[in-house]
């Protein structure tokens, strides 16, 4: 290499360096703030009810949070920027084995459900989500024995279609997949937070900790190896980001999750705040903005543009008719559950709503018609046509510094 190269090459180097170490620093800082709450071991953090298509009809799908020992990346890095899901997890207490088996055991037998007037049957949801608020695949979570022992458990019940579990990447590895069919044989679909393809994006403004990605290529192959499916989570909008940048890395994203990394489905999730994230952090000193809904239309094109398609298993996360059967999501705030956002993208309070209810029509078709349906907005179509046109000529590394660097 000439010494041009070389010099440049170490610069860049240091210049990744240095802005990684101030997201890392100020993401730790903010994470010291999370209170210490007294969880109760053995209840479900959350269960709701909410629609899901499946095999080209809507069907009800429940999603079970485990109050769990929280993400591993979180506890040691800080985790990502935008995620504060450790808010929901025991911070110096542990929960074990039997403290699972006996949540679980309210999913089997239904006590976990509050309200008298209503029941509860695993049978009646053809869709069942497992999650951990971290990686349900990593033994440091949650052990083997009972992933094992939840998967045996759901083998029992045939109106069960399709179980949806998430993890990090790298703990997607062939024994654990190997420990789960030995229980079960169902279909089963695991989530995989990506966020972004390009690395200063998902390294720096997500703070991720993939900096390699053949760990996700591995997962990918670990899962088709032995037939369960990989969905790909695509963080729509990470900070430091303007919106224009922001969709059209979701869109290149989405298409390298497809045509790249072979996943079989993608979940674009627009941010929303959490307290306690960096991402909530910098919104609060008026340095961030939750995305458009107005741009999930240009990301949902452009992807079915590139792939050349007219639908695709693309799946708008976060908005959901819910009933929520278990959990504190009460009216106000204050009631609500420490996992849940306080604030998710938006336009304006006009027209939200109505974008809204098209993001849940679209997810029962993945028919964009279904997005390009939502009159423009007298209010603030306007505004994001505007917003789409900042540009920001500072690189990643310098717009962190002025952030982050000055303080
Ligand atoms: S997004 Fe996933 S990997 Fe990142 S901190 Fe949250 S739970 Fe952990
Ligand atoms: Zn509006």
Redesign the pocket.
């Known amino acids: 290499m000439s010494y041009l190269l070389e010099t440049k090459k170490i610069l860049k180097e240091r210049a990744f360096k240095e802005a990684s170490q101030l997201v890392e620093g100020k993401i730790k800082e903010i994470r010291s703030g999370t209170p210490n709450l007294p969880f109760e071991k053995t209840k479900l953090a959350e269960v709701e009810i909410n629609k899901f298509f499946y095999e080209g009809r809507t069907v009800d799908r429940v999603m079970i949070v485990l109050r769990s020992n929280g993400?591993q990346?979180?506890k040691t890095n800080g985790?990502?920027s935008m995620?504060a899901?450790l808010n929901g997890a025991p911070l110096t207490d542990k929960i074990t084995h039997q403290n699972y088996v006996e949540q679980w055991n309210s999913v089997i037998d239904g006590s976990f459900v509050e309200s008298a007037e209503k029941s509860f049957n695993l049978n009646d949801y053809p869709v069942v989500c497992v999650y951990n608020?971290?990686s349900l695949l990593n033994p440091e979570e949650i052990s083997v024995e009972t992933v094992k022992y939840i998967f045996s458990s759901l083998n029992e019940y045939k109106g069960v279609k399709k179980v949806i579990i998430e993890s990090?990447a790298e703990y997607v590895t062939e024994d654990i997949l190997k420990a789960i069919r030995e229980e079960y044989d169902g279909v089963v679909e695991v989530g995989i937070?990506v966020e972004s393809t390009n690395f200063l994006i998902r390294e720096l403004c997500h703070h991720?900790a993939i900096e390699d990605t053949s760990i996700i290529t591995d997962a990918v192959n670990a899962l088709h190896k032995f037939n369960m499916k990989a969905l790909a989570y695509v963080n729509f909008k990470p900070i430091f980001l303007t919106e224009s940048e922001a969709i059209e890395d979701a869109i290149k994203t989405s298409v390298d999750c497809f045509k790249k990394f072979g996943f079989d489905a993608v979940s674009i999730e627009p941010t929303s705040l959490q307290e306690n994230s960096l991402a909530n952090y910098l919104y609060n000193l008026g340095l961030y903005r939750v995305p458009w809904l107005w741009s999930l239309r240009d990301i949902i094109h452009g992807i079915y543009n590139q792939m050349n398609v007219c639908k695709l298993d693309i799946r708008l996360g976060g908005y959901f008719d819910e009933e929520v059967l278990s959990g504190s999501q009460g009216a106000g705030f204050s009631e609500r559950n420490e996992i849940f956002p306080h604030m998710t993208s938006s336009n304006c309070s006009y027209c939200t709503n109505d974008f809204v209810e098209a993001i849940k029509q679209f997810n029962m078709t993945y028919d964009v018609n279904d997005l390009d349906a939502v009159k423009q907005c007298d209010h603030c179509y306007k505004l994001w046509l505007d917003t789409k046109k900042i540009r920001d000529s500072r690189s990643i590394y310098e717009r962190i510094k002025d952030i982050l660097g000055g303080e």
Do not use: A, D, N, S
């Open positions: 993400c990346h979180y985790g990502c995620c899901h608020l971290g990090r937070g991720k």
